[in-house]
């Protein structure tokens, strides 16, 4: 059975840090790029940051220079550092795995709240 479990998030005051962790199990072909990208209410999923099997990253805009992705191949392990958070950072942020054969998987969402 393939999962994308996401672990970490919480609620943090503004301007704290917070560390998102996503362990994938079960996929059978290799991971190619996995992600970071985040829903808050009302409003469209949007990506936070991607990196690929050989660690190119990609931020989105908001994020770059106080979000920072990484992962370990070797424990299909994805990672977010999230820090100087914001209020409007809250969001339930999701998990994505894009395989060689380019199926995509999601995980269930961890929320993330950042009090004012």
């Known amino acids: 059975q393939v999962q994308l479990v996401e672990s970490g998030g919480g609620l943090v005051q503004a301007g704290g840090s917070l560390r998102l962790s996503c362990t994938a199990s079960?996929?059978?072909?290799?991971?190619?790029?996995m992600g970071w990208y985040r829903q808050a209410p009302g409003k469209q999923r949007e990506l936070v940051a991607r990196?690929?099997?050989?660690?190119?990253?990609t931020y989105a805009d908001s994020m770059e220079g106080r979000f920072t992705i990484s992962r370990d191949n070797a424990k299909n392990t994805m990672y977010l550092q999230m820090n100087s958070l914001k209020p409007e950072d809250t969001a339930v942020y999701y998990c994505?795995?894009?395989?060689?054969?380019?199926?995509?998987?999601w995980g269930q969402g961890a929320q993330v709240t950042v009090s004012s």
């Open positions: 990196i690929t099997s050989g660690g190119a990253t």
């Open positions: 994505n795995a894009v395989t060689s054969q380019l199926i995509v998987y």
């Open positions: 079960g996929i059978f072909f290799s991971i190619n790029a």
